[in-house]
């Protein structure tokens, strides 16, 4: 009897497995298929006590549950909704790794070109202009950072990421510009005036998205 | 079960119907299949396929809950709850079949009196 039983239970799994074959997985999916299979599984038996053959019980239970296609279809269009998800997931997954390669190969670059023309015998001013490639590439490795999602933390909206690294480019850019307009004038007091503008703009902003930040943390 | 209902009569109301089932206790898929041929003297099957379809469509609705029930020999079932705005629901549309089958009645049976 026991054997029996199993059997009846695959033949009904198999069933329905067989009508959702095609329907990509969700919770709803799960759910339904797990209601329908304890349903039919307990008409079968029902049939099987008013003295069906189990063959006969569980071909009778299937056409008595009438057409499903509407419910497939339904969930089909769940499955499909997750499956899109997945990819826009991993479609800016894979933009947030470019920008991170593509923002450490520009610091690199910059760090580099301008060792390269510190040794060349030209003015100075003339080298410390290659380290824009070194701000370029912080900001966009700050704005990639802040748009990866991780196993901890959701990714940060585009348009927040995008202050935020404007933030760290400008006060950057004030380093930068107070390196260049220094050698270029010979000045200190011009180096200081030149970094003081972007810097207070970029440290302005940088606190203002700080304090205004929500969390982003998961609730695990 | 000689007599058929057509298709377009029944699914306007088998929303009442489970409400009705439901109002009365909770109950799960199969349940309330078999209730429904119980009401009907064994003369009307609803077909679980639409029943299903009406359960899904009953929760997004918020006029009934599901919860899962214990582990029996076959599975777990899914029971249905009906919510207050369920509830309301169901008196509503008592109410609206209360006029339409004496309106129904009239139209379908009635004779035509030109006055001669």
């Known amino acids: ?220 | 079960m000689g007599n058929t209902i057509s298709t377009d009569l029944i699914r306007g109301n088998t929303d009442t119907i489970i409400l009705n089932i439901l109002r009365q206790g909770d109950n799960y898929g199969y349940g309330i299949y078999k209730e429904i041929i119980k009401l009907s003297d064994n003369q009307y099957e609803l077909k679980e396929a639409t029943l299903y379809t009406a359960y899904r469509r009953l929760e997004q609705e918020g006029y009934i809950i599901s919860y899962w029930g214990d582990e029996t020999q076959g599975g777990r079932r899914k029971y249905y709850r009906i919510t207050e705005l369920g509830n309301e629901r169901f008196e509503q549309n008592k109410k609206d079949w209360d006029f339409a089958k004496v309106i129904l009645e009239k139209l379908i049976k009635g004779g035509i009196n030109n006055g001669k």
């Open chain 1, 1 to 220: 009897m026991a054997n029996r039983k199993n059997t009846v239970d695959e033949k009904v799994e198999k069933y329905i497995n067989d009508l959702f074959a095609d329907v990509g997985p969700s919770q709803q999916l799960f759910d339904l298929k797990e209601e329908l299979t304890t349903n039919i599984k307990e008409k079968v038996a029902d049939y099987q006590s008013r003295g069906m053959e189990e063959e006969q019980a569980i071909k009778e239970a299937v056409i008595s549950m009438g057409d499903l296609r509407g419910l497939v279809d339904d969930m089909r269009n769940i499955g499909q909704d997750t499956a899109k998800q997945a990819v826009y997931t991993s479609m800016t997954e894979r933009v947030s790794i470019a920008g991170i390669i593509a923002g450490v190969l520009l610091i690199l670059f910059g760090i580099f070109t301008v060792a390269m023309l510190f040794l060349m015998d030209i003015p100075r001013v003339s080298a410390a202009g290659s380290g824009i490639f070194i701000v370029a590439g912080t900001a966009l490795i700050t704005y990639s950072l802040l748009t990866k999602e991780t196993s901890k933390k959701y990714a940060m909206n585009k348009i927040r990421a995008a202050l935020y690294a404007l933030a760290i480019g400008l006060i950057m850019f004030g380093i930068f510009s107070g390196i260049t307009s220094g050698y270029a004038t010979g000045e200190a007091y011009i180096a200081v005036a030149a970094t003081m503008v972007f810097v207070l703009a970029g440290v302005g902003l940088f606190l203002f998205l700080i304090l205004t930040g929500s969390n982003r943390y998961k609730n695990i």
